[in-house]
């Protein structure tokens, strides 16, 4: 009985229910017919136990049964692992209004009148199950969404201005304290919980959207519940419900990520070993100094201290009882400075001290009397004793230089001349002793020569697409090939370049020779830009020149900036990377994690791609945190619609970890390092 222009079914099962033997056996014919397979049962006990046996995707369930009626067993199957979700279309009698009422209150997806129209049973069906397959998509579709909001710590608010009352969705609803369903809390309690000194902050910021139109965002320190504190990243948006303004956003709970930076902070800025300020730090400090200096008039000194021959020290020692020497000295010399000066542990064997006052450079004074006499005693490592020596060089501001570079270097000469002397020595430096040449002003005609003789070479390292390790692009990276030091990295060279101007030359020959030698690859090449560069109003028109002119493909042009960039400026940001996108170039983010790292600020740009930064990657094997990190990343990152791109991959475990969180590509080591076009080209043909 198989009717022509009938809808085929695809196998699913169907079950039918009904005590009348000759109900089923028709629909049994005409759903067969058209592809379904059915099951049955000739009442509700026996639906129920067909039910759990063969699973079936929907249920046709007559009403009127004996011993357990439809609705009964429809009450029943819902309750049933399987069953909650499962269509079930109640055979009802035309006239029979009240059961159709009772049949809905019992679970039932839907009805079909007796007696049953043959033509459009199957028909109804297919309806059926093809809603309740939109239906399962979006409940997955939510399912994923919540999860990544849960990974990312991450909620939406609205504030009700009838009510006067926040509301918060999500699981951070529960750990802040919000409540679950009792409608958020009061305006007045929300703000009591933030710290005191950011209410105001908080408020403006609210009042400030609310009036402008324009979207804003703050962080705030908030008392959640269990009187645990979170640093909150609030967005701000105003919108409208039922013709009311109302304001609106997401939350998100970066309390980790802050405690994380502080520690990252404090591991870039301190020695592990004695937890005095390092190299970066110290920097830091003598350039404070002397602002402090130059507003107080008063002057300090820079003294270095090099141990003598400690590398031998530690070599018959071991290294264990090599770093117990340091940290006692770097204890002694501690105790020789006042609270308000600087002791540092600028390399292995070297420390600088910061020390206030004024000095009789003839000869040394009380302070620095002290210091040396850190040297006296010896000091007990393992089974021996052992003296160590040091050669002292000290410079004074403002007497010998008013900067970091002159002050250092000075300091520096004197230290060479006390070195060439035994025993515990000190030296001020005196004019004689040169050591003038600044390194900056030396780098900087030496790049200035390296540009007219063309000594600058582009490397190439490759990406790789990690879903079937195609070549996806490369990465142009610079580099310098010096006359005598030989090919110097972009982190030493390119800071100079841009503070003196000259970035820009460079930058452009540097894309001009990737587009030459690139022309015609199949895959992306990516370049980097600097934020000067991207700021510069120009930026455009260059970058679209050179594309012409060397006829590459602009949609094979990719440029990396920070996000840096986007926030400094975002209006003329937001008009750069618009017009950058309608030329075909893409955008990518590089560096993602180290800076601001907020993705609602990302939303605001069509940018293309995102790069966690490779720090995240190559400790991403053992490092939750860093997982962490990395999969919401890669979460919202696709949320968003971008590519992303793991850069740092050393270790097979990482490469594994980010295929298995779903990241699109991989740059590292691992895979290659930067190398000139000749070998990229021997590289890729060996693939
Ligand atoms: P970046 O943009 O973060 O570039 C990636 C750096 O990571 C490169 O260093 C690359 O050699 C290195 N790298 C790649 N894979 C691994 C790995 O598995 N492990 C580790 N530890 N490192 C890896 P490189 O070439 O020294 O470049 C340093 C930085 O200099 C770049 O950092 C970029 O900010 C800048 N730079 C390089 N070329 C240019 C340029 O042409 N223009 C501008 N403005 N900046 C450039
Ligand atoms: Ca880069
Ligand atoms: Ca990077």
Redesign the pocket.
Known sequence: MIMNGTPQGAGETVLVVDDETVTRTMVRQILEGSGYRVVEGDDGESALDVFSRSSPHIVLMDVRMPTMDGFEACRRLRAIPGGEHVPILMLTSLDDVVSVRIAFDSGATDFITKPINWELLAERIRYALRSRARDVQLRESEQRLAHAQHLARLGRWRYDFDARRIELSGTLSRELGFGDADGGISLADMVRRVQPGERRVLMDRLREVFRSTRSGEVEVQLLGSGGRIFTLHLWVERTERDGQPALEGTVQDVTERIAAEARASYHAHYDRLTDLPNRVLFWDRLSQAIGEARRNRSCFAVILIDLDRFAGLNASLGHANGDRVLKILANRLGDAIRSSETLSRIAGDEFAVIQWGPEDEAAPGQQLTRLLDSFNEPIRAGETEVNVSASIGIAFYPGDGGDVDTLLSHADAARAHAKRRPGVTYQFYTPAMGGDVRDRLATERALRRGIADEAFV??Y?PLVSLADGAVWGV?????WEHPELGTV???EF?PV??ESGL?EV??DW??RRACEEMRDRDFMVS????P??FSRPDLVDRVLGIVEETGFPARHLQL?I?ENVLIDDPEAAAETVGRLRDAGVKIAI??FGTGFSSLSYLKLYDTDVL?I??SF??ELEGVPANQAIVRSTITLGHDLGMQIIG????GEGALEMLRRMGCDVA?????A??VAERELSAWLAER
């Not at 370049?527 to 600097?530: A, P, T």
Request: proline fraction near 4%; charged fraction near 30%; avoid cysteine.
């Open positions: 582009v490397h390292q990465e142009v990276l610079l580099r990295m972009p982190d390119i370049l841009e970035l460079v930058g540097t894309i370049v980097n830009l600097s000067v560069q990396e920070t590089d560096d790069k930064d490779r990657i190559t850069e740092g991959v050393e740059q590292g080591y691992l895979i390092r930067p």
